[in-house]
């Protein structure tokens, strides 16, 4: 049996004795291993798709499509590169050594770390699950997942299925809430990845140094999106649907790297405004394409954003709630107030704040006095202010002409920096996350240079000078006996 | 209190340093790096005289352990700052075709360094560079218990590098807790376990990145299919050679069989007679022991009932200058104190069993050591101890030189740390890893978009396989029909 009901397990002390256990007896640092749990992974997103859709639709109400765009198929193609690229990254890697040390080789061997647990969100409750697992098991490592119990019924899918199509003995799913998280990080684990606010990484991250557990946290922020002038009516209307996907379209907003809000120079932002308003007529033409609001707790902290008099004043378009529903509809709003909570805080919902400025180059100073988000993203063909961004921003990563994509991308790190979490994880970077690189140097007996060892004297320390300076043909004639 | 007033003002000034963008360029960058080159080659008289005062240590130990290496790792820095800098290019991949992708290397603003009483020199200097080469404004603590080194570090490098950007901050517990309890953008430390612990604790009030430089109990397994006299001078030079036992790399402890111990320990009394004299405590060439609380800690460990009796050589001691000679001890019981703590000085048990894999076991009953080694000449025994003991890193026939190898990462593994540093990896330690993907407005894929049809999930589903068809389709703007 793979999963652990909550009410059994209640100091863990058996599970993580277990999972030690089954590390340590090699069974899951086989490669044969790892290539069949990565396929299992792969099978579970075949066989199961239709389940996933429908416990995404029961706990988000997303549609079987923006599932598809943002979980399922975006693993199945890395998981598929993990199978393909991962007997190469568990290779050693020969690491130049300096004559110096002839005869030497040196080597880099990544080795799993061992067991380690993983902390998933709500929002994306499949694919913040999967991605990690496949770079821990492609790694080596023995894994417990814990998923959100915000998302319920995919943390009984988990629970039900992982167990089915992993090695049940080295792979296990812990259900439930807060305190079964906390229970959890009692104990040491050889790494933690955690994602979810910074409120409960700062707890996971106290635990963990009791244990020196090392943690890689993938924390919300506000992600800001620039809008420059586009001069050209169709690069104006590729700029708003990418907006809207990256907004309304991914969870209604409620992900770590959607849109936050937008910067926009002020002549521009009717423009702006207007063409979002048409597009979202033309893309949300029936409710269920998009997904609802977690919860009522969520939704409360949502209208209460709107509850602010001037913020409230500032709606241009929607700021409808639906409690029954749980949805509120896409909800745009001119400069509310910078002190406002909807402008500190991060919204993970569908209300977009559109912010002005003078000149677009000001928003770059804007972003400056924030905490680094997880994203920059700007809509522009000015190349000089997309190295501004780069230059003069700091965030875990900057996209231009689009937003969310980045997250797809195998061949780029995806984590945070500052107050957005650090560790990176992704294609190569899930596998480095779960592995610890050995340095290996190997020497031979052969060739003993009598000027390491004491006692010491002048002549051995002029030595060590030339060899330090690499300065390889003095030494060999200082060796030899033609210089002192 | 003044050590908050201190840490706080320190943390401000290199805020404001950093961002004024000062320390960005790659020609200020290079500038600090040769002033500390400068630095290390004007003032090496006064270096080893300090190291002499904090550790009496041998001045070719201060030149070859410590100088030299700070030398070599500003050089190495210097020759490869330019290609660090550089943004790397990755491939973009189908999916977001047209796109170009790169990695782009940036500072993380402003670090705090706390260094550690061993290689006062060294640790302080070294992660500097890295910090320095990566483009962000260090804090520097050095350890208070090499207090000649600390308060040369603290006059030295105001002379040699922008000290707007580089700050020393000079003290004992109070202030380094001052310092702790500020927000850094990274904190890297080198020290023991526990402090380790203590640390993480207050990074993680700030979710402050940390790197953990610690300790552990470094094996040695000494087979009997060995160049014996070469590995008994080995082992010796990263033991008594390196600071007296006092350093993380030092073989804390040597297994080897029985039938084989009596000629590895007649091997290593010679070599320890050769190296030293036959009166140790009167060797130029050894440290002592750092403090007398040290010295105590060293003498409880040999003094131990049921220890005591196991020294077979050495065990003299001198009070009044702390010098402790080099030691070694055969089978001490495993539960001694000798055998559960990080020994940190000149005593070397020797622990024996039936057969040399048995050592295996052993290692493995104890936490993940900074380094391993294994002396033999069995390539099935040393594969077999690559794979299965856990350890920072590891080396074949000899001991510590693997950190001198600027291509290889130095840093522990579970209680041994987290993190690693030298040659490229301090670069890394230091920098934050941004990924920046351009995309062009060419390539307008409807079938991202809701409303969500049956069409379209199936050019999306083509996409992701890489369909060439469906990557068309998506291109051109296709909706696949409904």
């Given at each position: 049996?793979?999963?652990v009901p909550e009410e059994m397990a209640l100091g863990f002390g058996d599970l993580v004795g277990d999972l030690r256990e089954v590390y340590e007896s090699g069974r899951t640092r086989d490669l044969e291993w790892r290539q069949s749990q990565l396929r299992g992974l792969v099978r579970l997103l075949e066989e199961k798709e239709e389940d996933i859709f429908d416990v995404l639709r029961e706990d988000l109400g997303k549609h ?262 749980l949805t509120i509809e896409p909800t745009l709003l001119l400069n509310p107030p910078l002190d406002s909570d909807i402008m500190t805080e991060e919204i993970f919902g569908p209300l977009l704040p559109i912010i002005t400025v003078k000149k677009i180059e000001d928003s770059i100073t804007f972003l400056k006095s924030k905490p680094k988000p997880l994203a920059i993203y700007a809509f522009t063909r000015n190349e000089k202010l ?99 | ?482």
């Amino acid at each position: 049996m793979g999963s652990v009901p909550e009410e059994m397990a209640l100091g863990f002390g058996d599970l993580v004795g277990d999972l030690r256990e089954v590390y340590e007896s090699g069974r899951t640092r086989d490669l044969e291993w790892r290539q069949s749990q990565l396929r299992g992974l792969v099978r579970l997103l075949e066989e199961k798709e239709e389940d996933i859709f429908d416990v995404l639709r029961e706990d988000l109400g997303k549609h079987r499509g923006e599932s598809f765009r943002d979980e399922v198929g975006v693993l199945k193609k890395s998981i598929v590169d993990k199978l393909q690229n991962f007997k190469n990254w568990a290779a050693p890697e020969k690491a130049h050594t300096p004559l110096v040390a002839f005869p030497a080789t040196a080597f880099v061997v990544p080795e799993p770390l061992g067991v380690v647990l993983i902390f998933s969100c709500w929002n994306l409750p499949i694919g913040l699950v999967l991605e990690p697992l496949s770079g821990a098991l492609a790694a080596g490592n023995a894994v417990v997942v814990k998923p959100s119990e915000l998302a319920p019924s995919t943390s009984a899918f988990l629970a039900a299925n992982l167990p089915k199509y992993l090695d049940p003995k080295a792979v296990k799913v812990v259900e439930g809430g807060a305190d079964v998280g906390e229970r959890l990080m009692e104990h040491r684990w050889d790494k933690v990845l955690f994602t979810g606010s910074s409120r409960v990484g700062r707890m996971i991250m106290t635990k963990a140094a009791k244990h020196l557990t090392p943690v890689a946290l993938e924390l919300g922020s506000k992600c800001p999106c620039i809008v420059d002038w586009l001069d050209s009516n169709r690069d104006s209307q590729v700029a708003v649907n990418r907006i809207i996907g990256a907004k309304w379209s991914t969870c209604s907003g409620q992900a770590c790297i959607a849109i936050d809000y937008v910067l926009v120079e002020e002549e521009y932002a009717p423009i702006l405004i207007e063409m979002l308003k048409t597009t979202l007529k033309k893309f949300f033409t029936k409710p269920e394409y998009m997904s609802r609001i977690l919860n009522e707790k969520h939704l409360k902290r949502l209208s209460d954003l709107l509850a602010d008099r001037r913020v409230a004043a500032s709606v241009v378009h929607g700021g409808h709630f639906n409690p029954k529903t749980l949805t509120i509809e896409p909800t745009l709003l001119l400069n509310p107030p910078l002190d406002s909570d909807i402008m500190t805080e991060e919204i993970f919902g569908p209300l977009l704040p559109i912010i002005t400025v003078k000149k677009i180059e000001d928003s770059i100073t804007f972003l400056k006095s924030k905490p680094k988000p997880l994203a920059i993203y700007a809509f522009t063909r000015n190349e000089k202010l997309k190295n501004r961004i780069i230059e003069e921003t700091s965030s875990g990563s900057v996209t231009f002409n689009d937003a969310i994509v980045q997250y797809g991308l195998d061949s780029i790190p995806f984590g945070g920096v500052g107050h957005s979490g650090f560790g990176q994880y992704h294609g190569k970077y899930s596998f480095e996350m779960f592995s610890h690189k050995k340095a290996v140097l190997k020497r031979s007996f052969l060739i003993e240079f009598m000027f390491r060892y004491p006692p010491w004297d002048e002549t051995k320390i002029g030595m060590l000078r030339r060899v330090y300076r690499f300065d390889y043909i003095s030494l060999f004639l200082a060796i030899i006996g033609l210089r002192r | 209190m003044e050590a908050v007033a201190v840490a706080a003002g320190a943390r401000e000034q290199l805020r404001a340093s950093f961002s004024s963008g000062r320390t960005r360029p790659a020609a200020w960058r290079a500038a600090q790096l040769r002033g500390l080159l400068r630095m290390a080659a004007e003032m090496e008289a006064q270096i080893c005289a300090a190291l002499r005062a904090d550790l009496a240590k041998p001045r070719t130990e201060s030149y070859v352990h410590e100088i030299s290496l700070v030398t070599s790792s500003c050089k190495f820095a210097l020759k490869n700052l330019e290609k660090w800098m550089k943004p790397k290019k990755v491939p973009a991949g189908l999916l977001t075709f047209p796109s170009t992708a790169r990695v782009t290397a940036e500072p993380l603003g402003v670090v705090l360094v706390i260094s550690a009483w061993n290689y006062p020199f060294l640790l302080a200097i070294d992660p500097v560079i890295g910090a320095i080469a990566a483009g962000n404004a260090v804090a520097l603590k050095p350890s208070e218990i090499a207090p000649a080194t600390s308060s040369l570090l603290a006059d030295l490098l105001p002379r040699y590098v922008d000290s707007s950007c580089i700050k020393v901050v000079e003290g004992g517990i109070p202030e380094t807790t001052a310092l702790l309890e500020q927000k850094w953008d990274k904190i890297f430390y080198t020290g023991n376990s526990k402090v380790g612990r203590i640390v993480m604790s207050f990074a993680a009030k700030h979710l402050t990145p940390v790197v953990l430089e610690l300790g552990g109990k470094c094996p040695v397994v000494v087979d009997s299919n060995v160049d014996l006299h070469v590995a008994a001078k080995r082992i010796a030079a990263g033991k008594w050679g390196c600071n007296n036992g006092q350093a993380c790399i030092s073989p804390d402890y040597i297994i080897t069989t029985k039938s084989f111990a009596p000629k590895l320990l007649d091997s290593l009394r010679k070599v320890l007679e050769k190296f030293y004299g036959k009166d140790p405590l009167r060797s130029a060439d050894l440290s002592r022991i750092v403090n007398s609380n040290h010295f105590n800690r060293l003498k409880a460990l040999m003094d131990e009932e049921m220890v005591s009796d196991k020294i077979v050589f050495g065990g003299q001691s001198d009070e009044q200058h702390l010098n402790i000679a080099p030691t070694l001890l055969l089978d001490v019981p495993l539960d001694s104190a000798i055998m559960k703590e990080e020994i940190f000085g000149p005593l070397l048990p020797i622990i024996t069993v039936d057969k040399i894999h048995e050592s295996f076991a052993l290692i493995n009953s104890m936490t993940k050591p900074l380094a391993a080694y294994l002396f033999s000449k069995d390539s099935k025994l040393k594969r077999q101890f690559e794979r299965n003991i856990s350890a920072g890193g590891m080396i074949f026939n000899d001991t510590g030189i693997h950190l001198t190898n600027p291509h290889l990462p130095f840093g522990g593994v579970g209680e041994s740390g987290m993190g690693a540093y030298h040659g490229t990896f301090s670069f890394d330690a230091f920098a934050h890893k941004k990924a920046v993907l351009d995309r062009s407005f060419l390539g307008e894929a409807n079938a991202r978009y809701p409303p969500y049809t049956h069409g379209k999930l199936k050019i999306l589903k083509g996409v992701m396989k890489a369909n060439p068809l469906a990557m068309v389709q998506a291109i051109v703007g296709c909706t696949g029909g409904a």
